[in-house]
């Protein structure tokens, strides 16, 4: 019998309680700043304030997109994230595999521990143990001095900016991102394996046709909400990699956001880009969604 709406509440009263502090958190956080993105359509001056400021509609629009920096923005920031979208995510799967398969417990949960302590390093620590191994005198050139003579300027460079940029990824948060994974690991049904070996396979005929089968749903959605954040790079990892050599490669949407908003003060022009970015995420995840559903896959609604 369908309960009436004040007695449902009354019921379940603890789960909204418990729920409170996420949906505050989501209204204050992301909701209510939305009304901000007005000054996308406004020649913004914190002096004159939000309404009073000049309306001029689509006209930031039109200067971002008629510059070069947007077509050069918009190659650093995909390079980037589709070089952490196939060698990144892959590699958490195939770490996820490798921790799933290990038969010794204590020695997997050490091993768990220790792929996830990277994670609660801050980027300014990553980026001081990148110069203690790339910088001009870390330790791959001291040894590339002493057996080759030579050295290799790799934080200033435009060909390794990115390979360090995944390289860091990895090393940091890859088992972090093997979590949700193992958990999809530990769901499939064991009987499965035992069935397997009695048939004659071996580990990789389980990993083939039972582990990767069984967790295929959950990379699904984790590719589609991947794909989501594509134009989003880690703001913190690539400002704290970037300098005045490498501008050519390193500058993303993020950091462009960073020097016309906060430096030179262009709040419009730089919520523009932001409002961009949004809307062409959204635009990548329902694309992304839609085909997958078309496949035959879970999707993520």
Same mark, same amino acid.
């Not at 010794?104 to 091993?111: E, H, P, T, W």
């Not at 980026?127 to 300027?153: C, D, K, R």
């Not at 394996?193 to 039972?210: L, T």
């Given at each position: 019998?369908?309960? @009436?709406?004040? !007695?449902?509440?009354?019921?379940? /009263? ?6 409170? *502090? ?7 956080? @992301?909701?209510?700043?939305? /009304? ?16 009073d400021s000049p309306w ?34 892959? +590699? ?26 990277? @994670?609660?390093?801050? /980027? ?9 191994? +790339?910088? *001009? ?22 060909? /390794?900016?990115? *390979? ?40 990789? @005929? ?6 990767? *089968?069984?967790? !295929? #749903? ?10 989501? #954040? ?13 300098? #005045?050599?490498?501008?050519?490669? #390193?500058?993303? +949407? ?22 961009? !970015? ?5 635009i990548l995840v329902l ?5 997958? !559903? ?8």
């Amino acid at each position: 019998m369908r309960l @009436h709406r004040p !007695k449902r509440f009354k019921q379940l /009263w603890p789960f909204y309680v418990l729920a409170a *502090p996420g949906l505050l958190y989501f209204i204050i956080f @992301h909701y209510a700043p939305m /009304w901000g993105l007005v000054l996308a359509f406004k020649d913004y001056s914190p002096f004159r304030g939000v309404w009073d400021s000049p309306w001029v509609g689509l006209e930031n629009f039109r200067t971002f997109f008629s510059t070069s920096d947007f077509y050069i923005l918009l190659k650093n920031t995909l390079l980037i994230s589709f070089l952490n979208l196939f060698i990144y995510f892959p +590699f958490t799967i195939l770490l996820s595999i490798m921790l799933h398969e290990l038969r010794l417990q204590v020695f997997k949960r050490i091993s768990q521990t220790i792929v996830y302590l990277p @994670h609660f390093l801050s /980027w300014v620590v990553i980026y001081g143990i990148t110069i203690s191994f +790339f910088g *001009p005198s870390g330790v791959i050139n001291h040894y590339l001095e002493q057996w080759m003579n030579t050295n290799a300027l790799f934080l200033v460079s435009n060909d /390794w900016f990115r *390979p360090l940029i995944v390289l860091q990824s990895i090393w940091k948060d890859a088992g972090w991102g093997t979590i949700i994974f193992l958990a999809a690991l530990a769901g499939i049904n064991p009987e499965l394996y035992e069935a397997a070996k009695v048939d004659g396979a071996n580990r990789f @005929h389980n990993i083939r046709h039972i582990t990767l *089968p069984g967790i !295929k #749903s959950t990379i699904v959605i984790l590719l589609l909400l991947k794909l989501g #954040s594509s134009l989003d790079s880690n703001f913190m990892q690539i400002f704290l990699m970037t300098n #005045s050599l490498n501008l050519e490669v #390193s500058n993303v +949407f993020d950091l462009f956001v960073y020097h016309i908003g906060l430096e030179q003060f262009n709040y419009s022009f730089a919520i523009t880009v932001g409002m961009f !970015k949004s809307v062409a995420s959204l635009i990548l995840v329902l694309g992304a969604n839609y085909a997958a !559903k078309l496949l035959g896959e879970d999707g993520i609604f």
